[in-house]
């Protein structure tokens, strides 16, 4: 008996010549590309339409029947009608027992049914093997080859001997099927296109509300206020001395945001002396967006570097140290060399360039391929361990670009700091609550208790 | 009779303790390699080789017979021999009855027979399972285990159970098994280790050309005209200034033909008035390798970054601003700040920083591992969106840093306007005639196109 | 009789609505986060513990009952125990033959038993189904969801049906199953978590020497001997001065190392006449971290762009030069423009850029998505040829940059040659050697052995 299931078929049916006949119901857009493109991979289709006779333009070599006369030409069905129209099916219930149905069909807005349209189908044919799968790939890529960001197939389904056969059949259109398990995984694999960067929404918005911020903080000290009081235009610095103060700021406010969760954790957790109790929603949603908080940290970091390489050839800067050295050359005045500052400008400089190289191999080891290639170990060795000391390198850097002028009341301006000690806030004190945590009472304490070990055990 | 098949055999075999016989046709070089590997993953190797007394390079441990008897020992035979040797397999058809055949080959030129090795076998033993594997491997690889780029195994076949025993040894030696379906895809398979590169030649040619002009366009303008007009000797020039130009112009020029195809494709469709032809094979073509023009392009505005950045640290530039400090020092004359100027050299530094800034994050995200963690929607929002965002920014660093020089007719050397003013024709075009296909009227009936209307549907 | 098989079993559990029940063995960290995680996905879980009733912390939904017991329940049985209490199941023999039993454990040591645990338990359960899975994953990572590293679950065991039902698991929880073979692989599965970039050891030693050597041998040129000599304090060139020669001179010596032990491999095959000797072990294990000495490399070359950028921003640089030209200014002296100086300066840094940018490309190829999409020849290509290319560029030019003070004996101090000469020797020595072996003569010969001639065949 197992040589009239699934299993056999294929077999048989590739090595006679690939003839595979393979069913199309709908003469949409998705179904004439999906036709054509496997009748170019050596597959013979039909196409099953409500009126075969008006279907005009559809793929030359291909056969167009009605419903029930295609069903009967293959065991393969793929269903490229919309969720709306399923209803049809149930008059061909009979015909379709047995049958692999395809539903390569996507929705409009993410969990716009209770059920996912496979799960749907599933319920419409038990009769049938339902297998979700194509709905990543778009019409116009498969016509044009252009495949870059959908060569994955998300391939679900509850027959895994069904699931193979349209496995091979997504291997033999150039595609690269991904097996995600039974039909449970159908909601998600229907919402998948419909995402646009879920999680990096909060990122993004927290650093544009950031930039926005200190861009008017620094507009108001460097450009109002100077014309205010000294009638002088220095809108100029809008383009590139503002955002070199702004991007800095909100790279390390950024990043000091990604180690801030993990430490609020741990204090929960010493609190409340167990690690049994979940966390708070918004706690829980802010550890998982982590990974993309620090990459737009080091986009920020990245445009610093580069406005700050650039300070040597703009015109103002230019200007400024010419006009100075013409003075001093009239002048006459000497210049005496201060050790002190050739050693603050120096580290300065050197704690940014090791701070950004650390940070750019943090960014490099979040890359996909690169975070698989390492195991758990050497992934919190590079993220937590290297982490912390790009954070203490950067809030280094911040601090010692203060130097000296730290503490001198003439830097307010209308009674605002320059924004770089506002910045420093955030990373000096999560710098000092994780020193804490780290020493060695504390620490062991919070070990035992992610360990499983709790303080009044008799609470849950 | 589920028993006597391929699929319980490996069980069997490895759970009475990694006993499992292997048998590879021919003693050449790889079939040595792949023996020895074999061995010392815990198989069993039997060499069949036409003179079974006359191999004495064997790794110790394996066997050698004849051909025919060595057939015996294993249901796996991995056939060493080149395709022109194959005859000699029909001597033992019976033999090979039911056996799994393993085809490594490769040949010496692309597509050099008319069906694929592996093909041609299945047609010579069409009683055996024939597989290709292994052909992307390489013999020095397997040996000295340095198997970077080669841990991907290709395997295809008929038989998905034959297919699945290979995929199983293919593991055990280390390496990573790739199903890509039937046999269908041998052809494709056994060319992949003869390529070079083939979707970059086009880009690679291009920019060659690109740059070899602009070199040249470069070199007459600044050095060989102030040698004829002053006498100059100024052929430093060649070694920083000229590439410097050369560069972000062709980084422009290429970047701009990424997004041209698109914009001749919709205008080809509007003229159409349907979507439903295909385009001309040269645009075809062009639309295939945007990828990799946008890759060349970034490698060019990566290298004229550093050759930017590095201008002040240039002996020359230092002794130009030192001489003209001290010209104005002595002359005592007054040096005017323009806040115009100001704002040109920032602004013009400034679009330039973004305009990388999200070149990079293009180039980024067209890193394997990232587009295939992208869905389409993300996919086309980067690609397309990001994508003009940067050939505008580009552009206008482009024409901010002619400034007001644009117009002025003394920049016209020999009737020779600057380079840069010729690198900005693509773009500007580019960029105008976008802009004319998104104006609401049009952009309505392309969109109604692509979803498939048509102006004169009789047409078809 | 393929009915009572675990192949028909998931299909009626997962269609009659998620029900299917899966049953761990220990009520630790583990096994009840992994417990909570398949509640939520849906699945029945029973704990077998050793006291039922003392078990107060577990999930809720959950059964827990005595071992044997909860081993009747489901035909999946996941051992969450240490390796030292596996004893206790062979009590239970006879319940557990033809169950499949999931090894999670990991031990504490790498290669701490003879045998793997899997195979260990294998042994103890000759009738079980042994599948090794689960052991990357940390429970933390399973409760809070942040799988970045370890989304991987490798999967190993003898019996294909039973690692196909764990993998069909493994994919329900949202993880991705890495199929790994036979248990053969179980050894190597459990020592993965374990490790702490093992590849990555040498080379960091290797830099962390050279860089400290090369630290205090500048240290001593620059600021030892200024202070003894002329009493002066420029300990301040110890932030970025001393690096900015540290950096580039191990870059360059590391990459050098990098092609090095090519060269030795094809010396020892040209004096031994053949390749089938091995090479000694030093040898060995010194050309597979050649990827990883050429990555350490290309971060000390980021460094030295990095602190060579920042140059001009330097307080000393610019107090150096604003006090040049106010010295020139006041004497009036004449600074003639050397054209000589101009094309040594800009080729040195034309050189450094191509060189470092070629070096930015063979990194990026080594990323295992990139290097995974092209095949042995071009990654050949890449990492031979433009490897090669790359150590001649940056070997010009830190020649250039010596330029004509190469010779002088000025550059002496207290008989130490300035450090990047001592850095020229490895690559200059490489680079005559390596143009010595493609001399056509020579290079016949390398080939010929390479593909198996041998000059004394008697020999082996």
Redesign the interface.
Known sequence: M?KTSTDTL??TM??SG?QETICIFGT??FGRSLGLKMLQ??YSIVFGSRNPGMS??LPSGAEVLSYSEAAQKSDIIILTVHREHYDFLTHLTEGLNGKIMVDVSNNLKINQYPESNAEYLDQLLPGAHVVKAFN???A??LQ???L?????VFVCG???KAK?RVM?IV??LGLTPL???????AKEIEN??????PMWKFPFCLAAVLCVFFFFYGAVRDVIYPYVHEKK?S???L???I?NRVCPITALTLLALVYLPGVIAAILQLYRGTK?RRFPNWL?HW??C??QLGLVAL?FA??H????????????V??T??????A???T?KE?P?I?S???????Y??LG??G??LF??LGIT????????????????V?SKLGFLTLILCTAHTLVYGGRRFLSSSILRWYLPPAYIIALIIPCTLLVVKFILILPCIDKTLTRI???WERN?KF?
């Open positions: 197992e294929p077999l590739i090595s690939k949409g857009d991979c050596g005009g333009l990543t790939i778009s116009w890529a044009s080859g252009a870059d960001a959908s060569r994955q509850n027959d895994s193979q091979d291997r033999t097996d995600k398990g039974s039909l449970l995984a998948y296109p419909l995402q646009l960067f235009d809108t100029f610095r383009a590139v001395s955002p049994y829980d550890m998982l982590r990974k986009g990245c445009l570097v580069l406005y700050t390489l650039v300070i040597p050839i703009r015109y103002y230019r200007w140290m010419n006009n100075r050295t013409i001093q050359a009239t006459k210049n060399f050790t500052t050739a050693w603050l400008s120096d580290s400089l050197a360039i090791l950004f190289f750019v191999l979040s890359l996909p391929s690169v975070s698989n290639a390492v195991n758990w170990r050497e992934f919190r060795f993220q992610r360990q499983g055990p849950l």
